[in-house]
């Protein structure tokens, strides 16, 4: 190659370069966010439109006009975009959701993986890509727990239980 075309590719290219960089400035924006865990992320505009290009991976609220709530959903990498009212994008950025690493231990019984959060004390905790019983056992468990209050309260205020055994009802403590 002559030096007289080295020359003029180099000149085209860094003539080009500011033409193109605002396009590829737009998505060079990376939010990262744990599993299970919200981010606040500011706008530098009043946003009107949330895109997320994958809710199951994200999930984002407005908070106010300029402010978003970011959720991460499920491992892996999604777009996030911003519109103004007139259309015009105020964001577009990157999400990727990762695992947390704080307080979180990995123990590996051959193939299958088991999660367990530690803070102070160890206690197993379901995280995707856990082996199967784990996780389910931990889902089925905090099911189980969260519902706990609500229908052993309906069953005692009504006096009876599912079998037709009676009751006694609790007494009022007015």
């Given at each position: 190659?002559?030096?007289r075309?080295?020359?003029?590719?180099?000149?085209?290219?860094?003539?080009?370069?500011?033409?193109?960089?605002?396009?590829?400035?737009?998505?060079?924006?990376?939010?990262?966010?744990?599993?299970?865990?919200?981010?606040?992320?500011?706008?530098?505009?009043?946003?009107?439109?949330?895109i997320?290009?994958?809710?199951?991976?994200?999930?984002?609220?407005l908070?106010?006009?300029?402010?978003?709530?970011?959720?991460?959903?499920?491992?892996?990498?999604?777009?996030?975009?911003?519109?103004?009212?007139?259309?015009?994008?105020?964001?577009?950025?990157?999400?990727?959701?990762?695992?947390?690493?704080?307080?979180?231990?990995?123990?590996?019984?051959?193939?299958?993986?088991?999660?367990?959060?530690?803070?102070?004390?160890?206690q197993?905790?379901?995280?995707?890509?856990?082996?199967?019983?784990?996780?389910?056992?931990?889902l089925?468990?905090?099911?189980?727990?969260?519902?706990?209050?609500?229908?052993?309260?309906?069953?005692?205020?009504?006096?009876?239980?599912?079998?037709?055994?009676?009751?006694?009802?609790?007494?009022?403590?007015?």
């Amino acid at each position: 190659m002559s030096t007289r075309l080295v020359r003029s590719i180099l000149l085209a290219v860094a003539l080009a370069a500011p033409v193109l960089a605002p396009a590829a400035g737009l998505a060079a924006d990376t939010v990262k966010v744990e599993l299970d865990q919200a981010r606040i992320y500011r706008l530098a505009a009043p946003a009107s439109t949330i895109i997320i290009g994958n809710p199951a991976i994200a999930d984002a609220t407005l908070q106010d006009a300029q402010t978003l709530i970011v959720t991460g959903r499920a491992y892996g990498q999604t777009n996030l975009i911003v519109l103004d009212e007139q259309g015009e994008t105020v964001t577009d950025a990157q999400l990727a959701v990762v695992a947390a690493s704080e307080n979180l231990v990995t123990v590996y019984k051959g193939a299958k993986r088991l999660s367990l959060s530690c803070l102070p004390d160890c206690q197993p905790t379901a995280v995707p890509g856990d082996a199967p019983d784990h996780f389910s056992g931990i889902l089925g468990q905090v099911s189980a727990h969260n519902g706990a209050g609500s229908s052993s309260m309906a069953t005692a205020s009504t006096g009876s239980t599912s079998a037709g055994v009676s009751v006694p009802a609790p007494p009022n403590s007015q």
